[in-house]
């Protein structure tokens, strides 16, 4: 079996950049050795998010992204991104909202790989990895457009 990356839009946000997502996730896969996955990644409302935050992890407030290893062998894992704060955290970091989303994306899959951002030193490698495949997705470009 190889990877099956699977997306799913909740929202009204549309269209969303479905070939940079997919491709940002293959080369993480890739590059952690994973060859036989299945990822959800499921784009949500800050109201669906704060859901989830809330009854799977105890906390009552809205996120950006949240992720689940389901199983190890064969590895299945689940990413709950808010689109709505993407688009927040997009302004508020003065990125495009490609680069937010893919940040995120980025984010939750190497959480799934393993990593963590518990202290300065773990978010400094873990946004430096952020960098180098939101890098590494654009230099693969085929200017997909996102929404507005």
């Known amino acids: 079996m190889k990877n ?3 997306i799913f839009n909740t929202t009204e946000i549309k269209p969303i ?3 940079k997502i ?6 993480i896969l890739e590059d952690y050795n ?14 669906e998010i704060t859901k989830i935050n809330k ?3 105890n906390h009552n407030y809205e ?8 199983e190890e062998e064969p590895f299945e894992g689940e990413l709950y991104i808010s689109l709505e704060k993407t688009i927040e955290q997009a ?3 003065n990125q495009s909202i490609n680069d937010e989303l893919l940040r ?3 984010h939750g899959l190497l959480h799934l790989m393993g990593l963590d951002d518990k202290n300065d030193e773990q978010k400094k490698k873990i946004h430096k990895l952020e960098d180098y495949y939101i890098f590494k997705t654009k230099k693969n470009d085929d200017n997909e457009k996102f929404f507005r």
Do not use: G, H
Not at 34 to 47: D, G, H, K, M, P
Not at 63 to 70: A, E, G, H
């Open 104 to 106: 995120l994306v980025a």
């Open 17 to 19: 950049p479905r070939k």
């Open 4 to 6: 099956q990356i699977n």
């Open 91 to 93: 302004k508020e970091f």
């Open 34 to 47: 994973v060859s036989s996955a299945t990822i959800n990644i499921v784009l949500q409302t800050n109201e």
């Open 63 to 70: 996120t950006d992204v949240i992720s689940f290893n389901i």
């Open 55 to 57: 009854e799977f992890l």
């Open 22 to 27: 997919l491709t940002i996730a293959n080369f």
